[in-house]
């Protein structure tokens, strides 16, 4: 049974979880479940789905989703004392009724917005009050904006300092055609060689084997271009300055016990992070970061990428 609300429909979703489906037109559609409030589809004006999701993805708590987009805080990856990438990704959000107004340039009369607050269990891991708001929102052309608001809601006084990822699994056809503009001449740091720091060289970043690299100080926007689907995601970011690149290839793939042995071919995370430099609240701030993905035909050309590269 679904139940109708102004700009989203809550339904259930896999096991009876709860999730919200944003309609745009007969086709378009997002799909974000409370658990985790993971966005696990966005869909094309063919219906097409965007985002990988693992076949092998285990709607159960306390197990996150394996694809879609995990929300990494307050805590990306071991970079602290508490469990990989934070808690945000494996509890269960809520709908905020009457969340404080966000500007938005947006017509969009389809989107949610979630909230999350700690449970007495959070607090003995991360002693934090917060309010961590999310708007997910399926625009009128199809784009899908994440806008999140982590708010310190501490009495005591105390600030507090996180880190944080929109860990975005795209669904590309064949990870060997596939190159990502953006990064290019970037400092990064290597997660396959203890997060050492280099600085990427030549032509945009193209994939022959596992790759896991946090690049720093990125523009706000980058371009995932999938030749064999003539498809290029555009990826805005405000607030975020890194992004991390992953893709398990086959050995480590054998390893993540909720991903098939070949769905790396046909995966790619892209992810606006905020992770060199943590963000440092006190009490009564807010910080915000935005998401917007958007997929268009590859003859698209990037305005604020190389002018010279007219994409394929
Ligand atoms: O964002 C990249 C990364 O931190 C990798 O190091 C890899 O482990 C991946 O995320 C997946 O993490 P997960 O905890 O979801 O298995």
Known sequence: MATEHPSFQ??????????????????????????????????????????YLSSKAIFKPPKPIRGGIPLCFPQFSNLGTLESHGFARNRIWEVDACPPPLPTNSSSNSFVDLILRPTEDDLKTWPHNFEFRMRVDLGSEGE?????????????????????????????SDISEVRVEGLETLDYLDNLKNRERFTEQGDAITFE????????????????????????????????????????????????????????????????????????LKPGEEWKGRLELSAVPSSYSSGQLDPKKVLQ
Do not use: Q
């Not at 806008?147 to 105390?158: A, L």
């Not at 523009?219 to 992004?243: C, N, Q, S, W, Y």
């Open 209 to 280: 084997s596992e790759i896991d690299k946090i690049y720093l100080s990125t523009p706000t926007k980058i371009a995932i271009l999938d030749h064999e689907k003539k498809r290029t995601f555009v990826v805005r970011k405000d607030g975020l300055a890194d992004a991390v690149v992953w893709n398990p290839w086959d050995k480590r793939s054998k390893t993540i016990s909720d991903l098939g042995d070949e769905d790396y071919k046909h995966m790619l995370c892209v992810e606006a992070a905020a992770v060199e430099r943590p963000i440092t």
């Open 10 to 51: 809550l339904a259930k979703g896999i096991n009876g979880l709860d999730k919200i489906v944003l309609r745009e037109s007969r086709y378009r559609s997002a799909e974000v479940y409370l658990y985790g409030g993971h966005v696990t589809s966005w869909k094309n004006e063919n219906g097409e789905e965007l985002l």
């Open 144 to 172: 899908l904006t994440l806008t999140s608001r982590i708010r310190n809601t501490n009495t005591d006084g105390k600030p507090f300092t996180f880190t944080f990822a929109y860990h975005t699994y795209f669904s590309v």
